[in-house]
């Protein structure tokens, strides 16, 4: 099973932008699956963005065309780049590798998105 280690989060602007990593080790990174998720206060948990094993990428309707998520197996490192942040951008985000009831998950980061 992959342990995941989520960085990058931190107080923002609105405007601004933000770059998380997720680190992975434990196993062969580059045959997962891997999505980033956030929870903001109050709400359940929801789906932010996915990359494939072949670079392919999908995104929620919400942060279409703000955010990019790319990975970098040589590093076993997702990243969601984070731009024009507004305040309903603020969550805690988590990562994922895998798929279903087998997927691992990582500790969150904090993003709050406050002027």
């Known amino acids: 099973q992959v342990q995941l280690v989520a960085s990058g989060g931190g107080l923002v602007q609105p405007g601004g932008s933000l770059r998380l990593s997720c680190a992975a080790s434990?196993?062969?990174?580059?045959?997962?699956?891997m999505g980033w998720y956030r929870q903001a206060p109050g709400k359940q948990r929801e789906w932010v963005a996915r990359?494939?094993?072949?670079?392919?990428?999908n995104y929620a309707d919400s942060v279409k065309g703000r955010f990019t998520i790319s990975r970098d197996n040589a590093k076993n490192t997702v990243y969601l780049q984070m731009n024009s942040l507004k305040p309903e951008d603020t969550a805690v985000y988590s990562c994922?590798?895998?798929?279903?009831?087998?997927?691992?998950w990582g500790q969150g980061t904090q993003v709050t998105v406050s002027s």
């Open positions: 994922k590798a895998g798929l279903g009831s087998s997927a691992s």
């Open positions: 434990g196993s062969i990174f580059s045959f997962y699956i």
């Open positions: 990359i494939t094993t072949d670079g392919s990428t």
